[in-house]
């Protein structure tokens, strides 16, 4: 089945600065790569999405790039405010399968 | 829309005790899944329904769990017999219809702990 792992587990960055999570994936065929939020406490939180047809997505401060080739996605996350201190996990699913495979997670630390 | 709702948010049990873990999916979402998230193993999906029927429940760990949808609304997993390494958090999560990219939406979480 998909593998997904993430990485930096831990990430810390000053209010302002730019944030960037990278996933590989190991199922060539997976074509659609959500990016979920958690915040202590609550369920994850999809907050971007991104399918295999398209290289890049943008959302305000939240952007997620694809490389097919190399089997890897990135969430990047510009002018980080305290706000968005919380886990992050990236996941892959293969077209017509229901099952989400889901990275560890990274914690992201702003500092202010 | 209320969201996914759970219930218990937090339950402390005795080893040996039976749990059940209810959840009210989304209206009109016709898949349910149920996921165990432990700090070792991250997020793992149980078992998942369509139609309030089990689909795929070899995430499953053991013949101790089991988890049932007798309508649209509802759903529970149980635990019977609960074991301390059962102790996680149990999401439920919905969503609607099987297009790619369709969101599924989590519950807050049932926050398990057996001793």
């Known amino acids: 089945g998909e593998n997904v792992e993430q990485h930096p587990s831990t990430l810390s960055v000053q209010e302002g600065d730019s944030a960037v999570i990278k996933c590989t994936y190991s199922d060539s065929a997976s074509n659609y790569f959500p990016w979920y939020k958690q915040e202590l406490g609550k369920g994850p939180q999809l907050i971007i999405d991104i399918r295999s047809n398209v290289g890049e997505k943008k959302d305000q401060r939240i952007a997620v790039t694809l490389n097919k080739t190399a089997k890897h996605f990135s969430l990047h996350i510009t002018e980080t405010q305290p706000e968005d201190s919380a886990v992050y996990f990236c996941?892959?699913?293969?077209?017509?399968?229901?099952?989400?495979?889901f990275g560890k997670g990274n914690q992201v630390v702003v500092i202010p | 829309d209320a969201g996914v709702i759970q219930s218990p948010r937090h339950e402390v049990t005795e080893m040996g005790q039976e749990v059940t873990l209810r959840c009210k999916p989304i209206s009109g979402h016709d898949y349910l899944f149920w996921y165990r998230q432990t700090m070792m193993r991250g997020l793992e999906l149980l078992i998942y329904?369509?139609?309030?029927?089990?689909?795929?429940d070899s995430g499953m760990p053991e013949d101790r769990f089991s988890a049932k949808m007798p309508n649209a609304s509802f759903s529970t997993l149980k635990i019977q017999p609960s074991e301390p390494r059962d102790s996680a958090v149990y999401f439920c999560?919905?969503?609607?219809?099987?297009?790619?990219?369709?969101?599924?939406?989590f519950g807050e979480g049932s926050w398990l702990t057996v001793v």
């Open positions: 999560a919905s969503s609607l219809g099987t297009a790619d990219g369709n969101t599924i939406y």
């Open positions: 996941a892959a699913r293969r077209y017509g399968n229901n099952r989400l495979a």
């Open positions: 329904f369509n139609n309030n029927v089990p689909i795929d």
